[in-house]
Structures are given as structure tokens and as C-alpha cells.
């Protein structure tokens, strides 16, 4: 990566900047190298390190961070969600994050239809409150799961539904806003009362707002004619704001400045009409080009979106093993529109779409047409819109550049779209650069990842000259340099090709009024850096050989493992608070260190080596890792498939391999060896983990004092008759035979689980086999980062079963997290051993089992409600689940809760059980509380039933329990 420029400041400057900011705010102050390393980075190319961050508990916190920074002449940085793509999000500066606390929603006036919100507040967040009153907040970019006001403020962000709504900058009414001298006030349109009674406040703001005015009043004709004329202009501070047409309209000429003007406190927000009831339309082309020419012709239908796609997207998804059945859904072609309309009735909007579906046989390229009312495939349909472009970001061969932005975001007039692509995509492959192509083509927006090589002198030498030409092409057409994403750093250099020198010296002028020391995020939009410096991955990036016992792609050797660090493009879905599994510890702590990226981002730094000191000794970092419950969610959930857990084993192996571990990490990286064993003395056992005085010496160890433990069973299922029986019985088979994997926790807690699963699986006529000797999947072992262990126990399992495996018998396991050792760690330290591949085909749940071999099962007129374990989601999904409830009628359903929060052992460690206590009670339980009481609810999970015992007084059963009840 280039070089960031070091920080010109003082130590001692910044110091007493911190000690002073610690004794005069209630924010959270820090100046430490781990937070820092972590905001170094956003969704862009770009990385530089900040001088210290700032949460502020509140607004005063932030008009005093400004101060003081202000005082000691330290430049600063409103940042929201950090998911920006153009190196807006990050500098050397203070940065000053509003999203963890400052997320009020002070009033919604459903009559003036206006929202007034703190800058933290998130998108989805306002459109859940708005939708109460029959309103919505018109942009929803693709972020808006986690993206903040304050944020998109900043951006002038838009998203698929600007058809109908426009941008950010359309949907403002008034901004409080700060000054970096400290002045502070509220702006928005400004007639001439309100302008007197700006010059009558005196000071910087009468300066403020004069110079404003006679900064328009200058350049008025400039202003006019400079600007081009089309919806999805972004790139540029607004200054046709404030215009008299345009009502000088002070708060939308802010919208869009990049945080270099002013910091943002409040914003009265405009909602705006919610279509409730909406269709999709679906057009399937022959080529991305077809689907642009058609767009001008289907506009005047008044869709309230319209996205466009090619088949690079979809193909990087099927390739992924991504989508496939939401792929199915959609018609026939190699690119697609996705057009929606809304109604207040589903007739009015079915009415709508049809007059799609009706001129789809006159559209260019004739395209083949699905229209779709189910709300469910609707959904399942956009997330491929949403999810594609972050999951094909990810190169599926290490040794070629990646798909990254970098040119993403241009737009033009609707009606150039199709020749404008065209152009555009032949100017890619003269530069031999692939892309895909997707974007809001109602609006004439592009979106494109492209191979640049960034990691080579040559490569940013060709990604300049391609710049240049992209830039002078989108011009041409009159169009814009961003459509969406702002300008930054990545496209502040080439506004000089868009705007005439007029313009820029009045967007330089514009900057000097709010911001005449400079301090506001200096070096974005305007007076930017160069575009090829401050890069992530530059040319003095290397990857660095890291030794592992896992493999993680044969091509690299031991660097596999830097490969991995690369995975993390920033586009913070694992800061969203609803929907999937990933990331119970941000959503219990709103916390970017304990978020998946803010992780991912730790472990890059810490190889990268140079802000994280003691590498795999640093502290920071194992606090960060302590936290994450290893629910693999990341794996799956994130678009291109961190996996922190596996981060974490790594880290914790050598973070253990200088000292010792804690007697309480390595009980329970055993537990797998000694719980068998404690069953014969479970009453003592289960006396002590319930008196007083015990409990109070194992807080000494880490301990939790109020945990509930589970109970050992007087016998385990090995010690039981059934086992006996099976064992006694092997080789006289009855039947079609499958082994019943024996896990460690059904057998010493619950071994009543175990001897439900044979009697399922003898009643749907199969014999039952065991191993003939317990050993453990060693699911514990990578949570404490023991592997070397885990690997021994990995192979004692695989010449155990090698017989069994070369039977090709099925392994029916009824642990979850069993499962996903063999799916997921095995596959990674076995990589060759075609014991370990068998194996991994032949594993499998008892609902995929069932599922799989197409079994019968009564049909039953009963509700049940099934929660699914992080590691079933994660390593084999809930299409078990559905197909069992759909044989037992269909009424029973999938429950949409993630992680329940207790993670094995993570609920009972002092550390961590508050943050379990967290998720229990406030992500898990809610989804509970709308079960109904008559319903039975069914938790795999071990762990997940603990927790639906204690947070609900609910009595769950296994599926196996379930099944063996109905059965009989």
C-alpha cells in the first residue's frame, strides 16, 4: 500500500488533546493502536491511520470534542457506519463516531411528514419508526441495514427506490449543524426573514451565511449552466442548492460536503408516502445493453425502482454456491431489470406491473417476463440484487487482481444508458480489466467492480490512464462521476474533467467559508489527495508467510493465511441489527472492535505489523476475539465469507503457545475427554456447581457466579441399555444401516436426546450403528485455539470410521455443532485425506437424512416452531428443517432468530456471560415471546435449548425428541 503520512503533531499535543477530551466529555476516548488500526480502513481502497476516535454519549460531547480539537488545531472526521467506497470515511484526524449511542429518533410528525433524528440514527431504523404512520424515508442504498443518517447525509446517499424518492439531498428539510470554530446553529431553506435573522445572529454565522450569499450571487449563471442536468448527481458539493429557485436552501447544499464542512447534530428528515403493497416485475435479456435500451420506455409506467444486473453477478454466485435457489426464480436470460411498483392496494399494484409485462414483447431484445406478488420470493429476489455485487468482490483465484472499486459509481441520463455501457465496457476490456455490471438504471446508474491491479507500479499507472478516459467519457455523455458513493479520494482529482474552473473555484471558496483552517476531513472532495495514495493494498503491499495447520488455499502456502485477511471489503453488514446471524457481539455491544469487520480489520493490521505491536501476544486482540462466540455466522452471512472463528483458533493457538492457558480454557477445550467420566460421579459434581462457596472459588478461575449449569446425567447414553444393545447386536443388521454419531453433551448431559435418535431412526426401518469407542468431534478444542489437539482427535475419529466410511454408511449427527467441525475445520487441516472427504459427504443431520432419502413422516395437525443453531446455518442451512415440517403438513415454521448467545461455554465464563445475558434476553427472547404458548418449540442446539429453558420457561424438545414422540 502507499505510504499514509505520518501525523505532524506533538505526542505531547495529542496527550494532553486525550487527557483533556477524557475529563470534559462523557464519550468513550480512543487514542490506543487497536481502535485506531480499526478505523483505518472503510469500503474503499483506501487506508489511513486516525489520530484517536471519539463516541460521543451525546451532542454536547461532540460540540466539545470539536472544541478541543479545534484548540489544539487536530483536524476532524464525523464518520457514520464507515461503509463508504472513496476514502471519505477515513483520515488523519480525530474521528468522531456517532453510531454506538447517538441513534435517538427525537419526533415524527406524521401531519408535516418530517422526522427529526440524531446523526447515529439507522436507516432501516427510521423506516421501521415511519412505517408506524403509513411513511417511509425515501433512500434505502444497499448499506441501509446499518448505515446511519448522519452518514448518509454526509454521502448524499440514494439507493434502488430513488425513482421514486430521489436522493438524500431531496429528502432534508433543516440541519443543526457545528462548525470546527464551534458555531452552531440550524439551516435549511432560506427565505428572506430567516436569511436576516442569520445576518442579525451576528459572528461566524452572519459571515457564514453572507458569504454563502454572495458566493451565489457571484457565480448564479455558473452555477446554472455548470451543473449537469440529471437525478443521480453526486459527485460535487450542491451548490445549485442555493440557487433561488431552489429556495437557497442551506442544509441540501451541506448534504453530500463529505464531512468537510461541517459535523452534523440533528436532521429534520422529509418521509414520504409508503407504498405498502408492491409487485416485482422481472425482465430476463439476452445482454446487459438490451436491459439499459429498454429502460426509457418502461419509466413512464412509474416504477418506484428499477435495478439492472448482469450474468457476471449471477454466474460469481452460482459459482460461490451462493443464491442458487433464489437464482432459479428468475426468467430466462444473461442479465435482468428488476422492476418494482407500489400501491395502497395489491390490485392497484398488480395493475401497475402488468402494463410492464404488456409491453415486454416491444421492449428491445424482447426480453422473457415473471411477475412476482409473493412478498417471501420478492424479497429472496432483491437480496441477489444486494448481495451479489459484495460476494463476487472476492476473486476466486488469489494470485489475480480482485474485482474492487475504484470506477463504481458513474451515471448518466436514462436515455444514454444503453450506449453509454457500451462504450463504457469496451473501454474495460481495451484496458484487458474484467467488470460486472449492475446498478439503478431507472436513474442511469452503473455500478462496476473492476480488476485493477492496485499492488503494482504499472497496474495504478493503467488504473490512472483508465480513470481519465472514464472520466472524459461519462462527461461526455453529461453525466456524473458519482451516482452515489460521493467522491472522496477516488474521484476528487478528476472533478476538474466535469466542472469547469468556475466551478471548482467556487466549490474551494464553498470549503473555505465553513472550514477556512481546514481541519474538516482534509483532503476528500476537494484540494483531494491523489487517487493512488493512501491505498490498502498498493504496491508495498506483500502477504506474508504465516505457518498454519489449516489450508486455506493450496495456490498461496503458508500465505493462505494473509489471503484470508484480504477477505473483509467493509461493507459492514455485520453491523446490522436484524436478520441472520452475524454479529451477536455488535448487536449486544454496538461495538466496531467486536463486529466481524472490525475483527477481520485487527487481524490484517496484525499482520500487516505496523500499528499492532506484540502481534500474536497483543492484548486488543485477544480482547476483540474473546468476545466473538464463534457462531460461525460470519461464514455465511457475511458476502465474502469471513470466518472469524477460525481467526480466533488461529490466534489463540499462538497467542497460548508463549504462556499457560487458564485452567478454565483448558477444561474446557477437554471437556470432550473428562465429561464422559463425570457422569459416574455426577452427583457430587452436579452439588458442587450449585453451592455457594464453589461457585464463589470458580469465579477466581473465570467462572460465571449466576450461570446455570447444566445438569451431568446420572448415566450416559454409552453406559445406557440402548448403546449396550446396539453394540452387543453389531454385525447382525436388520436393515439398511446408518452410524449415530455420539456427541459429547447429548451423551454426558442429555443422553435421553441420543436415545431418541435411535428410536426415530429404527422406526423409519434402518439399524443403528455406533463407534465402538467414544471419542469427541472436539468442537471445544478450536474454541480455546488447542488445534494441535484437534487434529490428533480428528484423526483418531477418521481411523475409527474408516471401515464405516468405506461402507459408504450415512453419519447422522444430532449436534449441530458437531456438524461443523466435519464441514469446516476438518476439511481445513485435512485437505488431501480422502478419509476426511468422505466423511464430509457423508455427515449429515437427521432432518437432512430425512429429507435426503425422501422418508415418510405422519402428518400432524400441530404448530411447531424449530430454532436453528448458528452452526446448522452456517454449515448446511435450515432446508432439513423445512422439508421435515413440510412432510408433518406444513404448519409448523422456521423461527428467523440468531445466535440464542450461549456458544457452548461463552454463557459461563465471567467475562463473557453479560454479553450472552444480552443477546438472550434482547436479540433471542423477543422471537420467542411471539411463539405462541400451544406451539412446540424444537432447538437442535444443546446450547440453544439452555438457553430457551432460562430466558423463556419454555420446554424445548430435539427434533429427534419431536419425531420420536410421533412416531411412537
Known amino acids: 500500500m502507499t505510504k499514509n503520512n505520518p501525523i505532524p503533531f506533538d505526542l505531547n499535543l495529542l496527550l494532553n488533546l486525550r487527557s483533556k477530551l477524557e475529563a470534559q466529555t462523557s464519550a468513550e476516548v480512543r487514542f490506543d493502536a487497536a481502535t485506531r488500526a480499526i478505523y483505518a480502513s472503510e469500503a474503499s481502497n483506501y487506508r489511513q491511520l486516525p489520530i484517536g476516535i471519539v463516541i460521543p454519549r451525546n451532542v454536547d460531547d461532540i460540540v466539545t470534542t470539536v472544541r478541543l480539537c479545534m484548540e489544539a488545531g487536530i483536524p476532524i472526521l464525523p464518520r457514520g457506519a464507515g461503509t463508504s467506497m472513496c476514502g471519505q470515511a477515513v483520515n488523519a484526524a480525530v474521528v468522531i463516531d456517532a453510531s454506538k449511542y447517538l441513534h435517538a429518533i427525537h419526533e415524527i410528525d406524521p401531519a408535516r411528514r418530517l422526522a427529526r433524528v440524531e446523526p447515529g440514527v439507522i436507516c432501516d431504523q427510521l423506516k421501521g419508526e415511519a412505517a408506524k404512520v403509513g411513511l417511509t424515508f425515501g433512500p434505502d442504498p444497499a448499506t441501509h441495514s446499518r448505515c446511519t443518517l448522519g452518514g448518509m447525509i454526509g454521502n448524499n446517499s440514494c439507493g434502488a427506490h430513488s425513482v421514486m424518492a430521489g436522493k438524500t439531498v431531496e429528502n432534508v428539510e433543516r440541519l443543526e449543524i457545528l462548525t470546527y470554530d464551534g458555531e452552531r446553529f440550524w439551516v435549511g431553506p432560506t427565505d428572506e426573514a430567516t436569511y436576516q435573522e442569520h445576518i442579525k445572529a451576528g459572528g461566524r454565522r452572519a459571515e457564514i451565511v453572507r458569504g454563502l450569499k454572495q458566493l451565489v450571487d457571484r457565480n448564479e449563471e455558473q452555477i446554472r449552466e455548470g451543473f449537469p442536468k440529471l437525478k443521480r448527481r453526486v459527485s460535487g458539493y450542491n451548490l445549485d442548492q442555493l440557487l433561488p429557485e431552489n429556495g437557497f436552501n442551506i442544509a441540501r447544499a451541506l448534504v453530500g460536503v463529505e464531512g468537510t464542512c461541517v459535523t452534523v447534530l440533528q436532521a429534520e428528515t422529509i418521509l414520504v408516502k409508503n407504498p405498502t403493497h408492491r409487485v416485482l416485475v422481472v425482465l430476463g435479456y439476452e445482454d446487459i445493453y438490451y436491459a439499459a435500451d429498454s429502460v426509457p420506455q418502461l419509466l413512464p409506467l412509474n416504477p418506484i425502482a428499477m435495478e439492472g444486473l448482469d450474468d457476471g453477478i449471477i454466474d460469481g454466485l452460482k459459482v460461490r454456491g451462493m443464491k442458487l435457489a433464489d437464482i432459479e426464480e428468475l426468467p430466462a436470460g444473461n442479465a435482468w431489470l428488476m422492476i418494482e411498483f407500489g400501491a395502497l392496494s395489491t390490485e392497484e399494484a398488480v395493475a401497475f406491473a402488468q402494463n410492464a409485462v404488456a409491453i415486454a414483447p416491444q421492449l428491445p431484445g424482447r426480453p422473457s417476463v415473471r411477475l412476482v406478488t409473493d412478498a417471501g420470493l420478492m424479497n429472496r429476489i432483491w437480496t441477489i440484487r444486494e448481495t451479489g455485487a459484495s460476494a463476487t468482490s472476492l476473486g476466486l483465484d488469489p494470485n489475480e487482481p480482485d474485482p474492487v472499486v475504484g470506477w463504481e459509481d458513474a451515471a448518466v441520463e436514462p436515455e444514454h444508458l444503453g450506449k453509454y455501457l457500451r462504450e463504457f465496457k469496451a473501454l474495460v476490456s481495451s484496458y484487458g480489466y474484467k467488470t460486472n455490471l449492475y446498478g439503478h438504471f431507472g436513474d442511469g446508474c452503473i455500478h462496476s467492480r473492476i480488476t485493477f491491479d492496485l499492488k503494482s507500479q504499472d497496474g495504478l499507472d493503467n488504473w490512472r490512464a483508465f480513470l481519465d478516459e472514464a472520466a472524459h467519457l461519462v462527461v461526455r455523455y453529461g453525466g456524473s462521476l458519482s451516482g452515489e458513493h460521493g467522491d472522496g479520494q477516488a474521484k476528487g482529482e478528476y472533478l476538474r474533467i466535469m466542472y469547469s474552473d468556475e466551478i471548482m473555484n467556487a466549490f474551494a471558496e464553498f470549503k473555505a467559508i465553513w472550514d477556512p483552517l481546514n481541519k474538516m476531513n482534509p483532503g476528500k472532495l476537494i484540494h483531494a489527495m491523489p487517487v493512488d495514495a493512501n491505498l490498502r493494498l498498493g504496491p508495498d503491499y506483500e502477504r506474508r508467510d504465516i505457518p498454519s495447520q489449516f489450508t486455506y488455499d493450496a495456490r498461496l502456502g503458508d500465505k493462505g493465511l494473509a489471503r484470508e485477511t484480504e477477505r473483509c471489503i467493509g461493507m459492514g453488514k455485520c453491523r446490522s441489527l436484524d436478520g441472520g446471524t452475524m454479529c451477536p457481539s455488535f448487536r449486544a455491544t454496538r461495538e466496531e472492535k467486536y463486529s466481524t469487520r472490525g475483527r477481520a480489520r485487527l487481524f490484517f493490521e496484525l499482520l500487516k505489523g505496523d500499528v499492532i505491536e506484540d502481534a500474536w501476544q497483543n492484548e486488543e486482540v485477544k480482547d476483540s476475539l474473546d468476545l466473538c462466540l464463534s457462531c460461525k455466522g460470519c461464514k455465511t452471512d457475511c458476502p465474502t465469507n469471513v470466518n472469524i472463528a477460525r481467526y480466533k ?149 477418521l481411523d475409527q470410521l474408516e471401515p464405516v466410511l468405506d461402507e459408504g454408511l450415512p453419519v447422522i449427527v444430532l449436534e449441530p455443532s458437531c456438524l461443523s467441525v466435519f464441514r469446516d475445520e476438518m476439511p481445513g487441516l485435512f485437505p488431501t485425506d480422502q478419509r476426511a472427504k468422505k466423511l464430509e459427504k457423508s455427515i449429515m443431520t437427521l432432518s437432512e437424512f430425512i429429507k435426503g432419502r425422501g422418508l415418510e413422516l405422519p402428518s400432524i395437525d400441530e404448530d411447531i416452531r424449530i430454532h436453528g443453531h448458528c452452526h446448522q446455518k452456517s454449515c448446511g442451512g435450515m432446508g432439513g428443517e423445512q422439508g421435515v415440517l413440510e412432510k408433518l403438513g406444513g404448519k409448523g415454521r422456521v423461527i428467523a432468530a440468531g445466535c440464542c448467545g450461549v456458544a457452548g461455554a461463552y454463557a459461563y465464563h465471567s467475562k463473557t456471560a453479560p454479553i450472552a445475558k444480552i443477546i438472550g434476553e434482547k436479540e433471542f427472547k423477543p422471537h420467542l415471546d411471539k411463539i405462541p404458548q400451544e406451539a412446540t418449540v424444537v432447538a437442535d442446539g444443546f446450547s440453544c435449548r439452555g438457553q430457551i429453558r432460562s430466558v423463556s420457561g419454555r420446554e424445548p424438545l430435539h427434533l429427534a425428541e419431536y419425531l420420536a414422540k410421533i412416531l411412537g
Open 649 to 797: 483458533t488461529e490466534f489463540l493457538n499462538r497467542y497460548y503457545s508463549e504462556k499457560r492457558r487458564p485452567l478454565m480454557d483448558a477444561m474446557i477445550g477437554r471437556i470432550g475427554e473428562w465429561l464422559p467420566h463425570a457422569t459416574k460421579l455426577s452427583p457430587v459434581l452436579n452439588y458442587a456447581m450449585g453451592n455457594p462457596l464453589v461457585r464463589t472459588a470458580g469465579a477466581y478461575f473465570g467462572l460465571a457466579r449466576e450461570a446455570k449449569f447444566p445438569k451431568i446425567a446420572a448415566k450416559s447414553f454409552r453406559s445406557g441399555a440402548t448403546a449396550k444393545r446396539i453394540l452387543k447386536n453389531e454385525g447382525s443388521s436388520a436393515g439398511t444401516e446408518v452410524l449415530l454419531w455420539v456427541d459429547s453433551f447429548n451423551n454426558g448431559f442429555t443422553p435421553k436426546v441420543l436415545e431418541a435418535g435411535v428410536t426415530v431412526l429404527e422406526a423409519l426401518g434402518f439399524t443403528v450403528k455406533l463407534m465402538k469407542r467414544h471419542v469427541c468431534c472436539g468442537r471445544p478444542y478450536y474454541d480455546v485455539g488447542m488445534i494441535d489437539q484437534a487434529k490428533s482427535n480428528l484423526e483418531q475419529i
